[in-house]
C-alpha cells in the first residue's frame, strides 16, 4: 500500500477476492494516534523515514565522506510486471544521487523473494554502511519463532521461542550460513496455526534480527554485508517468504520453489538420484588403486550405482595436514592417474565421483610453496590455520582461475559424473570482499555450462553451507557428517521442512558409528536412509552375509521408490509418543510412508500411525515392504494379511491409521501404498 512515498506491508496472508476493497481494508488496519505517539503517528513500513518520529529499523542506512547520512528518499515509482509476477518499487535522493529499488517476486509454491538494490547515479562520496534483503513488519499474531541451533554433527535442531519485547538475533560471522544462524526461520500463529517461514538465500554471513518497538511492531530484518567502497550497485542476496495456513503447505511451498530453481537453472531435466557408495567411512586415508577395487566389487553386489572416492586421492594428501591445493592424482597410489580405476568402477556398473575442498589449501603443498600470498591473511601476522589449512583468496582473479583450471582440467582428464565440493573452514584471519562468494559462484557456474551432465554436491562439514541461491548451479546438499540414524531422524526431518528429499543426501553409516558410538541395526540404519538421495559410507567387506542382504533388499526398495519420493509430496506425520518420527510421499497413485521409533516407548501397544494426502473416498491398497524389523516383526499381527495387503479408505488410514509395532527404539516400518482403480 503507497501513501505519498511510503509503502506499507498492508496485508499478508492467505488469498484475497478478487474485488476486494484494499481501502477498506486499510481503514480496517487503521489505528488511531496514542499519547506516546508524534502527532501524525509514523509508517514503518517497507522503507520506514526516520524523520517522521520512526522508533524501529531502517531498511539502509548511508554515510557522507565517513559522517552517517539520512537520504530524503521521494519520487516512489511502482514498476508491475504481471507476467513474472514480480513488483518492484524505486525512490530516489537527487541531492545524494542514490536510486534504491526494492523488489517482489512471487514463484511456485507462493514464495514470495524479495531484494533490495541501490545505484550510485553521480557521487561516489555517499555510500551504504548497511544495506538489508528484506525489513518486513511482522504481522501480528506471528508471537513464537523456530530457529535451527546447531553445531558440527549436530545439525539443524529446532528450537521454538517466544518473540520477547526485547527482540531476537542471529548471526553468522564465518563466511559461510554456519550451524546456527538465523538463515531458516518458522513464525507460528498460536491462535490459527498459520506459519509464516523465512529463509536468506545468502552463501556467506548474514544477520538477521527480529526488533520490537514499545507500540507493539515486530519487524524482521535480514542483511549481508555489503561491498568494499566504490561499488556503485549493489544487489542484496534474495529472502524468501511464504505465509502458509499450516506447517504442511509451508514446507510443500518450499519444496517447490526449490525444485523450481533446480530446474530454472540446470540445462537437464531432473536425473535418477543414484545409489552412492562413498570410501570415507570405509577407509580415510588408507587407500590406493588396489583397495578401491575392491570397495567397488563389494559395493556393486550390493547394488551401489555411483562409486564416490572421497578425500585422500591427490599428491600428498596421506593425512589432512597436507596436499590441499595440488589437485592431481597422487602419484604412488594412482601411477597412472585416475583412469585404470574409473574404467574398472565403469565396468561394474557404477559410475564415478570425486570429493574437492578446492577453497583450501595446506600451508604443506606445492601450490602455497609457489604462492603464499594467495592465501586471506594479514601482511606480517600469523597466519592460524584450522582443521591444518588455509583459505584461498578468491578475490584475486589469479587464484579464482587457477582453482577453476585444476578443476575443469580433472572433469576433462577423466569420467567424473559427482563431485562432492567440501568446505571445511571458516574464512578468516582476514575478512573477505563480498566478490569471493561471488567468484565461488560464477565457478561453480562455469563447470555447469562445460560439464553439465557432472553433478556437484555442497558439503561443509555436514550442513554448514546450505542455501537456496546454490540450488541449479550444485543439485545435492549433505545435510550432516553425522550419519547415526538415531540423529539422522531428526536431522532429516528439519532439512526435509524445506528442501525436498532428493536434495538431501542420506546414507548408511557403519556401526559402531564413528561420531556417537552407537551400534544400530542394519535394518534401521537402511530404512532411515531410503528417505532422501540414498547412500552408503560403511564397509561391506565388515558386514556379515544378514547385514549385506539386508542393505541390498533396502537398495533395491530405494530404487523402485525412488520416483515417487523424489517427485511426490512430502507429508510429515504427526505422533503422539515423542519418539515416533513419521514422513510420507504422495505421487499420483502410489505412497511411501516411513514410521521410525528411536526410543523405548513408555507403552507396549503405541498409537497407531495416522497417513496423510490420500483421498478419503478412495479405496488403498497397503503392504509393509520386506524384510521387516527382525524383533518387531514377532509383535505383528496377521503378518500374512500385511504381505497380502490391506485395502482401506484414505478416511480410514488418515483418522484411524495403522497398528504398527513401535514399542522398541530402532524400530523402523515401511509403508506402501497403491490407489485402486474405482
Known amino acids: ?60 542506512e548511508f554515510a557522507q565522506d565517513g559522517a552517517p547520512v539520512t537520504p530524503r528518499w521521494m519520487g516512489l515509482s511502482i514498476d508491475s510486471f504481471p507476467e513474472e509476477r514480480r513488483v518492484v518499487a524505486n525512490w530516489r535522493d537527487e541531492n545524494l544521487a542514490l536510486t534504491l529499488s526494492v523488489s517482489w517476486t512471487m514463484g511456485a509454491g507462493d514464495v514470495i523473494t524479495t531484494r533490495t538494490q541501490f545505484l550510485h547515479t553521480q557521487d561516489r562520496r555517499t555510500r551504504a554502511t548497511r544495506c538489508a534483503s528484506l525489513l518486513l513488519p511482522l504481522p501480528r499474531g506471528f508471537d513464537h519463532v523456530t530457529h535451527f541451533a546447531g553445531r558440527w554433527a549436530d545439525d539443524m535442531r529446532a528450537e521454538r521461542v517466544r518473540l520477547t519485547r526485547a ?146 586421492w591427490f599428491k600428498g594428501r596421506g593425512s589432512d595436514r597436507a596436499g590441499l591445493g595440488d589437485w592431481t592424482p597422487d602419484p604412488v597410489r594412482f601411477p597412472n ?20 575442498e578446492p577453497e583450501m589449501v595446506s600451508p604443506d603443498s606445492d601450490l602455497y610453496r609457489a604462492h603464499p600470498d594467495w592465501c586471506l591473511h594479514e601482511p606480517g601476522l600469523p597466519r592460524p590455520t584450522e582443521r591444518n589449512q588455509l583459505v584461498l583468496d578468491f578475490t584475486k582473479p589469479e587464484v579464482a582461475a587457477h582453482i577453476r583450471e585444476c578443476i575443469a582440467r580433472l572433469l576433462r582428464e577423466n569420467d567424473i559424473a559427482y563431485l562432492k565440493w567440501d568446505h571445511n573452514r571458516r574464512l578468516f584471519p582476514a575478512a573477505p570482499d563480498l566478490s569471493q562468494i561471488g567468484q565461488l559462484q560464477d565457478i561453480w557456474l562455469a563447470l555447469r555450462r562445460e560439464f553439465p551432465a557432472t553433478m556437484i554436491e555442497s558439503c561443509s562439514s555436514g550442513g554448514g553451507r546450505i542455501d537456496m541461491a546454490m540450488l541449479g548451479l550444485i543439485e545435492r546438499v549433505w545435510p550432516s557428517d553425522n550419519n547415526d540414524a538415531i540423529e539422522r531422524v531428526r536431522i532429516m526431518r528439519e532439512w526435509s521442512r524445506f528442501l525436498p528429499l532428493e536434495v538431501l543426501g542420506n546414507h548408511v553409516g557403519p556401526s559402531p558409528n564413528p561420531i556417537t558410538g552407537r551400534r544400530l541395526s542394519m535394518d534401521f540404519r537402511a530404512k532411515v536412509a531410503v528417505f532422501g538421495h540414498m547412500g552408503v559410507e560403511a564397509d561391506p567387506a565388515r558386514m556379515t552375509d544378514k547385514e549385506r542382504e539386508t542393505l541390498a533388499a533396502h537398495i533395491a526398495l530405494y530404487k523402485e521408490w525412488r520416483g515417487v519420493l523424489h517427485a511426490g509430496v512430502l507429508h510429515h506425520l504427526g505422533h503422539p509418543d515423542a519418539g515416533v518420527t513419521g514422513m510420507m510421499v504422495v505421487d499420483g497413485d502410489k505412497a511411501l510412508a516411513l514410521a521410525a521409533q528411536t526410543t523405548f516407548s513408555p507403552v507396549f501397544d503405541v498409537a ?71
Not at 580415510?284 to 578425500?311: H, T
Request: overall charge negative.
Open 167 to 312: 527482540g531476537l538475533g542471529w548471526a553468522s560471522r564465518g563466511g559461510k550460513p554456519g550451524f546456527a544462524g538465523g538463515d531458516w526461520l518458522v513464525f507460528d500463529d498460536a491462535g490459527s496455526g498459520a506459519q509464516l517461514g523465512f529463509h536468506i538465500a545468502a552463501t556467506g554471513d548474514h544477520e538477521v534480527r527480529i526488533e520490537r518497538n514499545d507500540d507493539g511492531d515486530a519487524t524482521l530484518v535480514a542483511e549481508t554485508p555489503i561491498p568494499a567502497p566504490g561499488a556503485s550497485l549493489f544487489n542484496t542476496p534474495e529472502a524468501l517468504i511464504v505465509w502458509a495456513p499450516d506447517a504442511g503447505t509451508l514446507t510443500h511451498a518450499f519444496h517447490a520453489h526449490a525444485r523450481q530453481r533446480l530446474t530454472q537453472q540446470h540445462p537437464n531435466p531432473p536425473r535418477t538420484r543414484r545409489v552412492h557408495f562413498n570410501t570415507w567411512e570405509a577407509c580415510a586415508f588408507d587407500l590406493d588403486e588396489a583397495r578401491l577395487l575392491r570397495l567397488a566389487e563389494n559395493a556393486a553386489a550390493i547394488g551401489a550405482e555411483r562409486f564416490v572416492l572421497d578425500d585422500g
Open 608 to 678: 497407531p500411525i495416522r497417513l496423510a494426502g490420500l483421498e478419503p473416498e478412495a479405496r488403498y491398497r497397503v503392504t509393509l515392504p520386506e524384510p521387516w524389523p527382525p524383533r518387531a516383526k514377532h509383535y505383528l499381527a496377521n503378518p500374512d494379511a500385511w504381505r497380502a495387503g490391506l485395502t482401506l479408505s484414505g478416511a480410514a488410514l488418515m483418522g484411524h491409521g495403522l497398528a504398527l509395532p513401535l514399542t522398541h527404539p530402532e524400530t523402523a516400518w515401511l509403508i506402501a501404498l497403491e490407489k485402486l482403480p474405482q
Open 337 to 356: 592417474g585416475l583412469g585404470p580405476l574409473i574404467a574398472q568402477v565403469k565396468a561394474l556398473g557404477m559410475d564415478f565421483g570425486l570429493w574437492v
Open 1 to 60: 500500500m503507497a501513501c505519498g512515498d511510503a509503502l506499507d506491508c498492508l496485508y499478508l496472508g492467505s488469498r484475497l477476492a478478487v474485488d476486494e476493497d484494499l481501502a477498506a481494508l486499510a481503514a480496517a488496519a487503521a489505528r488511531g494516534r496514542h499519547e506516546n505517539q508524534p502527532d501524525i503517528p509514523p509508517t514503518g513500513g517497507l522503507l520506514p523515514d526516520p524523520r517522521t518520529g520512526w522508533r524501529g529499523p531502517l531498511l539502509a
